[in-house]
């Protein structure tokens, strides 16, 4: 029986298939390669769009109707059939809204036309009533218009000026709400409509409220929405022209329903581009994971790399947020720097290395030849001596024998410091390798470090933690940990500014360092919380030496303007007990901490 295909292999072969075949990575093109290679079948697809589409022609002409358009439209968000089978029914429903409280409504409308208000004549009165009644014939609309009417003239506005004969959010909104302040106008108006005079609170006349509120909503449109659509210009000038529109609409029905039909046409694309753009942002992310991912798996010798990777792996983790982003750019910026620089020492090494094994080569194919030149007049010479008739042809043989033999020497004394000079000198460019290797690593591991205090950051501190834990279980050691906290540090900022905060947290740091021993470690936890890990210490031990740095640092002031400050901190200390887990160690010193806090602040507490 043959062996499933694990699905992260069948996710690489979806990947290099979509590449061969050059198209495009989005997720229906991914989910119908990737259910072609393994054999599945594909999932049926939800109709989203067609269902959004039929939700923005549903009726929304009463409150009740508005209501269940809203749970249609919370069904198909949901892609619950059973939900939308039920809105659909209950809106093909006869209608069973209760009536329209006009009674209520007339005989205010007489009082208030017969009483004075304040800049509004009787003939006024009547012109604005004839023009709201021409207005419109829809019931809930017309009841809704006259109520306004009713406020408008305890305001003491214009009749033609009142909010909603001009106003086009009443047919925009469906009058959803008409049916419900229908129910009960006399308790509304009624205490207002027996003193004739318009309330305390109206302190703006509705006609000025309607006109702030189309400009902003024309704002909206117009700076907010358009500069979020500058990739798609098609919508960004519909939002325009939306603003336009809205400035200077109408107060007609006819101009108010185009309007609204326009606008709601223009809300659902704008929901269909949010969608996809999520879409795309969370392939991105899926691509940018299997990059990460393969990387980790090819890259024999990860060293190098090891920061960048958990760094990028840790943030798309998580929710993303722009200074996240911006502070792990600042620090890869700071790394590949860096590296750059490292890795062009390292280059320029290992070409004086090939260089001086090239040299040696050499050297040895020059000690070949002359030792063959050697060996070649010694033959010669030692023909010379068989055929020599007397001793003084054998003397002057002799002769050259040695002038031979000294040449040979001093060639091979050259020889012998050429090669103990290069010997020397690849041993010292072997040990710049292995530095500029070391030092690789380490600019790696700068994406572990607090820019601003040069101590670990929190992604430093879980791994110094991770290791810690690991050798006091293994040793049966102990290992204590502090979170200290600098007192009234917000005042500090409000008062002094950021700048001097960041410059209190960078002497802090210092002061830290400086007292604590070498295997102890310093973390910024966060903002102005730092983790200390003290191995090898028990806890009345630990809490006597954060003590003394609580001394050591009033000793020290700080200097902001060649003022000197006090800088005091309050501290949590806890005690990891056998095999708890570091958080929960964390925060029971977390929880001590608070303590310190409230017991005076510039204290120690142990958890």
Not at 3 to 32: F, G, M
Not at 217 to 232: G, K
Request: charge should be negative.
């Amino acid at each position: 029986m043959s062996k499933p295909t694990p699905p992260s292999e069948i996710a690489r072969e979806v990947l290099r298939q979509l590449a061969a075949r050059r198209q495009l990575p989005t997720p229906d093109n991914y989910a119908a390669l990737y259910n072609e290679i393994a054999g599945t079948a594909a999932a049926e697809a939800f109709p989203e769009k067609p269902m959004k589409a039929l939700a923005a022609a549903l009726p929304r002409a009463t409150a009740e109707q508005a209501k269940l358009t809203r749970q249609f439209e919370a069904a198909v968000a949901e892609k619950s059939w059973n939900g939308i089978k039920d809105a659909l029914l209950a809106l093909a429903a006869p209608a069973t809204n209760e009536p329209l409280q006009w009674s209520p409504l007339i005989r205010d409308l007489l009082t208030q036309l017969e009483r004075n208000h304040a800049n509004l004549t009787s003939s006024r009165k009547r012109e604005s009533l004839e023009h709201l009644l021409q207005s419109t014939s829809a019931p809930e609309l017309l009841h809704a218009r006259l109520q306004s009417l009713l406020r408008a003239w305890l305001q003491g506005s214009a009749a033609e000026e009142f909010a909603l004969v001009e106003d086009p959010a009443a047919d925009a909104a469906g009058v959803a709400s008409t049916a419900d302040a229908a129910l009960a106008p006399a308790a509304d108006l009624s205490p207002v409509l027996q003193s004739g005079s318009p309330p305390e609170s109206a302190s703006v006349s509705s006609a000025t409220l309607n006109r702030n509120l189309r400009e902003w909503f024309a704002t909206l449109l117009d700076d907010s929405i358009n500069t979020l659509l500058t990739d798609v210009p098609e919508l960004a000038a519909e939002a325009s022209q939306l603003a336009r529109e809205i400035r200077h609409i109408r107060p007609t029905t006819d101009a108010i329903d185009g309007f609204t039909a326009r606008l709601k046409k223009f809300s659902y694309r704008l929901e269909f581009l949010a969608e996809d753009q999520n879409e795309l942002h969370a392939a991105l992310l899926h691509l940018l994971r299997l990059i990460i991912e393969n990387i980790s798996e090819v890259v024999i010798d990860d060293r190098l790399l090891h920061g960048q990777v958990e760094t990028l792996r840790e943030l798309i983790s998580k929710p993303l947020n722009l200074r996240q982003l911006d502070d792990v750019e600042r620090r890869m910026k700071d790394v590949i720097f860096k590296q750059g620089m490292l890795k062009k020492q390292l280059t320029e090494a290992q070409d004086r290395l090939k260089s001086m094994l090239i040299s040696f080569v050499d050297r040895l194919a020059n000690l070949t030849d002359e030792t063959d030149t050697f060996h070649g007049k010694i033959e010669i010479c030692s023909r010379k001596i068989s055929q020599a008739g007397d001793i003084g042809q054998i003397s002057e043989v002799l002769d050259e024998v040695m002038a031979a033999t000294r040449v040979m020497q001093l060639n091979a004394q050259r020889s012998r410091d050429e090669l103990q000079e290069m010997r020397r000198r690849v041993s010292e460019t072997e040990k710049e390798v292995e530095r500029l290797h070391a030092e690789l690593s380490q600019a790696s591991d700068m994406v572990r470090i607090d820019p601003l205090t040069n101590v670990l950051n929190r992604k430093g501190m879980e791994e110094a933690m991770e290791r810690e834990v690991s050798r006091a279980h293994r040793q049966h050691g102990s290992l204590c940990i502090v979170v200290l906290d600098i007192d009234n540090f917000k005042r500090l900022n409000d008062t002094l500014g950021h700048q001097a905060g960041d410059a209190a947290l960078v002497h802090l740091a210092t002061v830290i360092k400086e007292t604590l021993r070498p295997q102890d470690t310093v973390a910024r936890y966060g903002g102005e919380e730092f983790v200390l890990l003290l191995p090898d210490t028990p806890l009345d031990e630990s809490v006597t030496a954060v003590t003394r740095l609580q001394r050591e640092l009033t000793r020290r002031f700080f200097l902001h303007n060649n003022e000197k400050l006090l800088i005091t901190f309050s501290a949590g200390v806890a005690e990891l007990n056998g095999s708890e887990p570091a958080t929960a160690a964390i925060q029971r010193a977390d929880q001590a901490m608070y303590l310190a806090k409230r017991g005076g602040k510039n204290r120690v507490v142990a958890a």
